[in-house]
Antibody, heavy 114, light 110 residues
Framework: EVHLVESGGGLAQAGGSLRLSCGVS????????MNWVRQTPGKGLEWVSY????????YYADSVKGRFTISRDNARSALFLQMDILRVEDTAVYYC???????WGQGTLVTVTS | IVMTQTPLSLSVAPGQPASISCRSS???????????LYWFVQKPGQSPQLLIY???SRFSGVPDRFNGSGSGTEFTLTVGRVEAEDVGVYYC?????????FGHGTKVEI
């Protein structure tokens, strides 16, 4: 059974940093590209970032480019999102999901205050 | 690519059919014949879950009352006979280009 567990969310001040993690089990992590997707409170879904299976290809949404860094550790089946220069509008539940978003974790809430 | 869903909300009696439309600003049809359009549902208090991939293929475990159709820029998710457990917000998403983009969602109430 596939499991994804996000962690690392919490309260941060604008301009601050947080590092999200996503632990994976139930599939061969190193075979799959991974994504971060966020959902603002009461609103819709926004794709944030993508990393290929090898980690060589990375993409970001324009809204986070230059501030967020995605990375992965295939040996540990772990995905990360380093979030720097946080803004109030980054407040959201952050989900990790593989490939075509066929499985999702429970999400981790990031709240950024001014 | 901009994804436009209609309607924004839908109230359906149990056992009745329901239909949600999704339009993309660019064709999602690739030369391999696949349409890179996906449907998700987010049930109350839960994470989103994949229902349909490549416009018309049902994901593992999805009941056969859910059907996806369409090609190019026009797509439809149809629920044959709505059940109480189908309540939630339904999203379409294009997987053709980065950034992946979602529709704003359709709230389905029973």
């Amino acid at each position: 059974e596939v499991h994804l567990v996000e962690s690392g969310g919490g309260l941060a001040q604008a301009g601050g940093s947080l590092r999200l993690s996503c632990g994976v089990s139930g599939f061969t992590f190193s075979d799959y590209a991974m994504n971060w997707v966020r959902q603002t409170p009461g609103k819709g879904l926004e794709w944030v970032s993508y990393i290929s299976a090898s980690g060589e290809t990375i993409y970001y949404a324009d809204s986070v480019k230059g501030r967020f860094t995605i990375s992965r550790d295939n040996a540990r089946s772990a995905l990360f999102l380093q979030m720097d220069i946080l803004r109030v509008e980054d407040t959201a539940v952050y989900y990790c999901a593989p490939g075509i978003l066929d499985y999702w974790g429970q999400g981790t809430l990031v709240t950024v205050t001014s | 690519i901009v994804m436009t869903q209609t309607p924004l909300s839908l109230s359906v009696a149990p056992g009745q059919p329901a239909s949600i439309s999704c339009r993309s600003s660019q064709s999602l049809l690739q030369s391999n014949g696949k349409n890179y359009l996906y449907w998700f549902v987010q049930k109350p208090g839960q994470s989103p879950q994949l229902l349909i991939y490549e416009a018309s293929s049902r994901f593992s475990g999805v009941p056969d009352r859910f059907n996806g159709s369409g090609s190019g820029t026009e797509f439809t998710l149809t629920v044959g006979r709505v059940e109480a457990e189908d309540v939630g917000v339904y999203y379409c998403m294009q997987g053709l280009q980065i950034p992946r983009t979602f529709g704003h969602g359709t709230k389905v109430e029973i």
